[in-house]
C-alpha cells in the first residue's frame, strides 16, 4: 500500500462519506441492524451514531485500513455497547460460522476487489435467519449515466482507494446466494448523477 493510499484516501473518503445526503441514508438503514452485529467497511466510523442500542448487543468493525480506525476510534469510545476492529489478513472473514445476527454493509462493496466472493463470506458468518443490511451506490438505471459512469470509472477507481461507480449490486448481491427481500433505490438529491444512483435494503441467505 503506497502513501497515497495509506495516509490520503482514508480522509478524502471521510469527507465523502459524511454528506449530508449519504448521511440521510445511514439514518434509514443502520437502525435495522441488530444482535451481534458484522459491519462490513466500518471505515471511519460514521455510521455509529446511527445504531439503536436497544437493538444492538456488539458490533465487530472489519477494516483493511489501519488509519481509518484510528478515525473510529473516536466515535466508538462513548458508545453503550462495544465495538470490536478486526482486519483482513487474507481473503476469509476471521470470524467463525453462523456468528453473527447481523451483517452491514454500506459504501463498501463499491470498492472490494471481488465482491461475489466477500459476500458469500458475510453469509457464511450470518446465523441461520439471520439477515444482510445493505446501502450502496451503482450502476444508474439511466443509459446516459450509465455511459459515463462506465467511461469514468478507470479514473475513479484510482482517485478513490478502488471504488467502482458501475456495479449493479443487486445482482451481485442475489449471485452471492442471498434473497433480497426489500430494495429501494434513487438517485440521491446534491449528488453528482454519476456517483448518486443508491440501493438499499435487505437481504436473506
Not at 30 to 43: C, K, N, S
Request: with cysteine; charged share 20%.
Amino acid at each position: 500500500m503506497g502513501l497515497y493510499e495509506k495516509y490520503v484516501v482514508p480522509h478524502i473518503i471521510n469527507c465523502a462519506c459524511g454528506t449530508k445526503p449519504i448521511r440521510y441514508q445511514r439514518k434509514k438503514v443502520v437502525p435495522l441492524a441488530e444482535g451481534t452485529v458484522l459491519e462490513i467497511g466500518i471505515g471511519t466510523g460514521f455510521n455509529l451514531p446511527y445504531y439503536d442500542p436497544a437493538r444492538v448487543k456488539k458490533v465487530i468493525g472489519l477494516d483493511p485500513s489501519e488509519a481509518s480506525w484510528k478515525l473510529a476510534g473516536e466515535r466508538a469510545k462513548d458508545l453503550p455497547f462495544p465495538v470490536e476492529f478486526i482486519g483482513l489478513p487474507g481473503e476469509q472473514i476471521p470470524l467463525d460460522d453462523k456468528s453473527v445476527d447481523t451483517v452491514l454493509v454500506t459504501f463498501s462493496l463499491c470498492t472490494i476487489p471481488d465482491p461475489v466472493k466477500a459476500l458469500e463470506g458475510m453469509r457464511r458468518v450470518l446465523k441461520p435467519g439471520g439477515k444482510l443490511v445493505f446501502c450502496e451506490h451503482g450502476a444508474a438505471p439511466d443509459a446516459d449515466v450509465l455511459k459515463w459512469q462506465n467511461r469514468i470509472n478507470p479514473v475513479w477507481r484510482t482517485l478513490f482507494g478502488g471504488c467502482n461507480l458501475n456495479r449493479q449490486m443487486p445482482s451481485l448481491i442475489e449471485s452471492s446466494g442471498f434473497r433480497i427481500t426489500d430494495l429501494q433505490s434513487m438517485y440521491l438529491p446534491s449528488t453528482p448523477r454519476i456517483a448518486g444512483f443508491n440501493y438499499w435494503g435487505m437481504a436473506q441467505a
